[in-house]
């Protein structure tokens, strides 16, 4: 642990590929990440389960500790059809679980992987951040991570992380060019008949 309690951070991560730029940023700054595994957006429990190794991975090879809570929640997102309404209710339960879980175990600093995707509504992860951050007596940390988002993806790529090509909720998956493609490896992985990555 770093003497300066003020390195230490709560990581929330969404999978092994978008951590990789984020957390070897946190770690050339002298921050202590823990990563904090928490997306009931990724579906189906087969999928949470593939990402969920892969970062398990990652945090093994860079010697960082992994929280892992809950599972897979499809039956709350099957019901959202608009998709702004449906990202937002994904940021914010994520954020404020993230937030929740730091101010009970004691990090005062917070923040997310999601901020390295060029896919995702910066501004509205900021917003929302902030807001938690506030009501939560934390800091958010803002980090714009956006620019080392390819170099992420060649780290990941290099370490053999899976590398997903869905957002993660099952609306997401419904509208992905590679939909037959995933639907076919989930269907193996839930045969045994090929390793998790």
Not at 36 to 46: E, G, M, T
Request: proline letters at 5%; glycine letters at 4%; one cysteine or more.
């Amino acid at each position: 642990m770093p003497s300066d309690p003020d390195k230490i951070i709560l990581v929330h991560t969404c999978c092994g590929p978008c951590a990789e730029y984020p957390t070897r940023e946190l770690l050339t700054a002298q921050y202590q990440p823990t990563l904090l595994y928490y997306n009931p957006n990724i579906q189906p429990q087969i999928e949470w389960r593939r990402r969920c190794d892969s970062l398990r991975k990652l945090a093994d090879l860079l010697e960082l500790e992994l929280i892992v809570v809950g599972s897979a929640e499809t039956e709350k997102w099957e019901l959202m059809r608009d998709k702004a309404e449906r990202c937002r209710y994904c940021y914010n339960t994520r954020l404020r679980k993230a937030a929740r879980y730091a101010r009970d175990h004691g990090f005062t600093i917070f923040t997310t992987t999601l901020l390295v995707s060029p896919y995702q509504d910066r501004e509205q992860i900021l917003a929302l951040g902030h807001k938690l951050a506030s009501q939560y007596k934390l800091d958010f940390f803002a980090a714009d991570w956006r620019p080392g988002f390819r170099a992420g993806q060649q780290m990941a790529k290099d370490h053999a992380l899976y590398r997903q090509r869905y957002c993660g909720c099952v609306h997401s998956l419904s509208e992905s060019k590679f939909k037959d493609k995933i639907l076919t490896e989930h269907l193996a992985l839930e045969n045994d008949t090929v390793p998790f990555d």
